[in-house]
């Protein structure tokens, strides 16, 4: 089992609909949680860190449920800009600390 | 602030020559350096931790002989993939902790190895 998964996709939206992300994590010694938006061939852009309590930026909600070992990443009035990759990261201090990355989920936001 | 320099952002090289990759630091200190590397549609695979002035820690399944990896200063790390062979081609990116901008990514380099 991968430490960090992800729905692959693709998530194919209409501009202005609401789409949601999840992410599971297997270790639950895990302590920083992150979504990162990657543009093709392009290197990932923090979009925002997931806290317990829940935080929003703008559109765009994280969650994190650590009883469940996941996060969430909600989108809402999808724009066409938000096609590309959500990758999400997770922090741990096993063998050392990493960064984790889920595969992605590609999201492509037609007109 | 803390933006992470990576040279070159594409190269293409002959099987069996040599290849090194840059990343600097240029408004911040990066005692620690992630090197990743990325397959197409894949995700991003931490292939070894370099620490300033102390040798790497490689992950499970990664050739320190083939990807030296040297962090000389507190500006600098370089890896370099020795003897490249086609498998290697890939998308190579380096990451450093900042103090507060979180993880901060170089912006790749895609190698090709013909």
């Known amino acids: 089992r991968k430490e960090v998964e992800q729905d692959p996709g693709p998530f194919n939206v209409p501009e202005g609909a609401t789409v949601a992300f999840n992410c599971t994590y297997s270790?639950?010694?895990?302590?920083?949680f992150f979504w990162y938006r990657q543009d093709c061939r392009k290197e990932p852009k923090l979009l925002m860190s997931?806290?317990?309590s829940g935080n929003e930026d703008g559109r765009f909600t994280a969650q994190l449920n650590r009883a469940s070992q996941y996060i969430s990443l909600l989108i809402r009035d999808s724009k066409l800009s938000d096609s590309a990759t959500y990758l999400c990261?997770?922090?741990?201090?096993?063998?050392?600390?990493?960064?984790?990355f889920g595969a992605g989920t590609r999201l492509f936001v037609k007109a | 602030g803390a933006v992470v320099s990576q040279h070159p952002s594409r190269v293409i090289c002959k099987s069996g020559t040599s290849v090194k990759i840059e990343c600097r630091s240029l408004?911040?200190?990066?005692?620690?350096m992630f090197w990743y590397r990325q397959f197409p549609k894949q995700s991003l695979m931490l292939m070894a931790t370099?620490?300033?002035?102390?040798?790497?820690?490689?992950e499970q399944g990664v050739e320190k002989d083939k990807f030296l990896i040297n962090h000389a200063s507190l500006t600098l790390s370089t890896l370099t993939v020795t003897s490249a062979h086609p498998e290697d081609s890939s998308f190579y990116i380096c990451?450093?902790?900042?103090?507060?901008?979180?993880?901060?990514f170089g912006s790749g380099t895609r190698l090709t190895v013909v």
């Open positions: 408004d911040f200190q990066a005692t620690t």
């Open positions: 370099s620490n300033e002035g102390s040798k790497a820690t490689y």
């Open positions: 990451s450093a902790r900042t103090e507060n901008y979180g993880y901060t």
């Open positions: 997931v806290y317990s």
């Open positions: 990261a997770v922090n741990s201090l096993t063998g050392g600390f990493k960064t984790i």
């Open positions: 270790n639950s010694a895990s302590q920083s």
